[in-house]
């Protein structure tokens, strides 16, 4: 038997990615941020010198990512790209961008899939992206889709960057989040948007607590 999987799919900014790390720990539960390989993808090509517009290199590239997810001592998350831990820069707005325009691409999807599928392990799996209830996890028995307004979510942005002691101005954030939604949900392949079958949530003027019982009710419900 396959293990369960929840999706959770949704705009940048929107809390997902906390929210899919919640409910993996909740559930005691394996978790995958499938933006951080689109991310590790850009990061690895910029690295490199590389076009992000070269669809046969950065394909190849994807294909051949040397990356892993471990645990440091404290149980931390660390990703090792390249035999190097990968600090900050995979969550700057750069990495962020660069990883919505390679993720634009068919092939750089496709040199992806099968390691986001081997994530699938009981007992079960929480999944965190764009396209996970409408491409990679299609059967998931829960999708959520996780959305919030623009200004909402360049505001929580712009908090959590100023916690981390970067830099960040509020309007550039709001415009960039506003150009990279519409690049992901305006592209041709996997773009941005809810299956058919999902439940839409919006965070707008809620906590991640409140939308967190919600999810951990629906999962009840469903698995
Ligand atoms: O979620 P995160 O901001 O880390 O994702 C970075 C970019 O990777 C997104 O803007 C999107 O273009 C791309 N992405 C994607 N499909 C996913 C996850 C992320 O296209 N499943």
């Known amino acids: 038997m396959t293990a369960p ?17 919640l409910v993996a720990e909740r559930l005691g539960w394996h978790w ?26 950065v394909a190849e590239l994807a294909r051949n990512l040397d990356v892993r997810f471990e645990v440091d001592g404290q149980g931390a998350p660390v990703i090792v790209l390249d035999g190097a831990p990968v600090g900050g820069e995979l969550r700057t707005e750069q990495a962020g961008n660069a990883a919505s325009r390679v993720a634009a691409l068919q092939p750089v999807r496709d040199a992806l899939l099968d390691r986001q599928r081997a994530f ?15 491409v990679v996890f299609s059967d998931a028995p829960l999708k959520v889709f996780l959305t919030a307004s623009c200004e909402e979510r360049a505001r929580r942005r712009y908090k959590q960057l100023k916690e981390q002691g970067l830099s960040a ?51 009840e419900e469903r698995n």
């Open 120 to 134: 699938r392990q009981a007992p079960g799996l929480v999944a965190d992206g764009r396209d996970m209830g409408t």
């Open 5 to 21: 999987v929840i999706t959770i799919d949704g705009p940048s900014g929107s809390g997902k990615g906390t929210l899919s790390r």
């Open 169 to 219: 101005n509020l309007h550039a954030l709001s415009e960039e989040l506003a150009e990279r939604d519409r690049r992901d949900a305006e592209r041709s392949v996997a773009p941005l948007k809810p299956a058919d079958d999902a439940v839409v949530l919006d965070s707008t003027h809620l906590d991640i607590e409140s939308v967190l019982e919600q999810v951990l009710r629906l999962a």
């Open 32 to 57: 995958l941020d499938s933006g951080a390989l689109y991310r590790l993808v850009a990061l690895a090509a910029l690295r490199r010198g590389m076009a992000l517009d070269d669809v046969a290199a």
